[in-house]
Every structure is written in C-alpha cells, then in structure tokens.
C-alpha cells in the first residue's frame, strides 16, 4: 500500500503548505473566525443570563473586543 502512494517534492510540499498558511493567516479568516468563537460564546454562555438581549450583546461585545485586540495586534507587529 505505500508503494502505491507518491510522495511530493519538497519544493511541491513547501508551496502547498504556504499556500495554506497565507489562508489560515489571513485578516478575513481570522474575522470570519471570531465570528463563530463569539457565537460559542453566546451559546455557551446562554444558561447564565436567560435574556435574548444579553445574548445579543454578548456576541457584539465579544466580537468587537476580539476583533480590536486583533486589529491591535496586527498593526503592533507588522
């Protein structure tokens, strides 16, 4: 069964796996990202307050301040 798999060239290798990189560290994944971290947390996080709009905010305030420290993070270390 292994010799019926071929292997890549590292250089093939090398670009896939930078292809995947420049994906998975791009700005609008990583908003796209918090986006859903934001709405486990509202779910999570729904049994404490019973409130729709307290689920509300909870999304928006956990959205907004993840995606400032982001925001912040990227422009700090570039």
Same mark, same amino acid.
């Given at each position: 069964?292994?010799? %019926?798999?071929?292997? $890549?060239?590292? =250089?093939?290798?090398? !670009?896939?796996?930078?292809?995947?990189?420049?994906?998975? #560290? +791009?700005?609008?994944?990583?908003?796209?990202?918090?986006?859903?971290?934001?709405? %486990?947390?509202?779910? $999570?996080?729904? =049994?404490?307050?019973? !409130?729709?709009?307290?689920?509300?905010?909870?999304?928006? #305030? +956990?959205?907004?301040?993840?995606?400032?420290?982001?925001?912040?993070?990227?422009?700090?270390?570039?």
């Amino acid at each position: 069964m292994r010799s %019926l798999y071929k292997r $890549l060239k590292y =250089s093939e290798l090398e !670009s896939e796996l930078q292809l995947v990189e420049s994906v998975l #560290s +791009s700005g609008y994944f990583i908003l796209l990202d918090l986006i859903f971290v934001s709405f %486990l947390l509202m779910v $999570l996080t729904f =049994s404490m307050h019973h !409130s729709f709009f307290i689920a509300i905010v909870t999304f928006v #305030s +956990s959205y907004i301040i993840c995606g400032s420290v982001f925001l912040l993070l990227r422009k700090w270390l570039k």
